[in-house]
């Protein structure tokens, strides 16, 4: 096998699996907030004059979970916003290694970023980090979002690989492929 069909494997498995990841957990928590949401404000609140003791912490840490969930598969299907309002004045070769630059000095970041997160993980706990009214720990939530930026570095290291093969980097087909 070739390194390029090697690296279009793997970039097929990882697309296949950020989908999979974003559409299952993703939206078995969007509809536990919504049936939570509807079941705690018209049933317990409005009918019943008895609301959830804890709700807001448990939408709240849903919410974390959906973000966690979103920011790498955003970065593959091109969700994230470029401004790119120098690069019609740039030549191609110019556009595409400043580009290779701050997708570098990007990876820096999200490096120390999901770092700085798995050490706040292991810390959460020893401070008292938690949620107001349950008492839950951030402690699982910060290794999700640990992780969740790890996976985002991972897709920005491909797009390098992909603007110094091709010059383009390629986003995921959301619609036309099946899983």
Known sequence: MTSKS?????MGYLDRGLTLISLICGGATLIFMTVFSVWNVLVMRKTLNNPIIGAEDLLILSLV???ALSIPFGARSGAHIEIEILEA???ARFAKWSMICVKVLGVMLLAVMS????HAGQSAERFGETTQQLLISFEPFYYLLSISIAVY???????????????KVVSINIGGDPL
């Open 115 to 118: 770092w700085r997160l798995w």
């Open 65 to 67: 979970v959906i973000v």
């Open 153 to 167: 570095a991972l897709v920005v290291i491909i797009d390098i690989c992909q603007l110094l093969r091709g010059g």
């Open 6 to 10: 090697n690296a279009s494997d793997i």
């Open 89 to 91: 004045s740039m030549s």
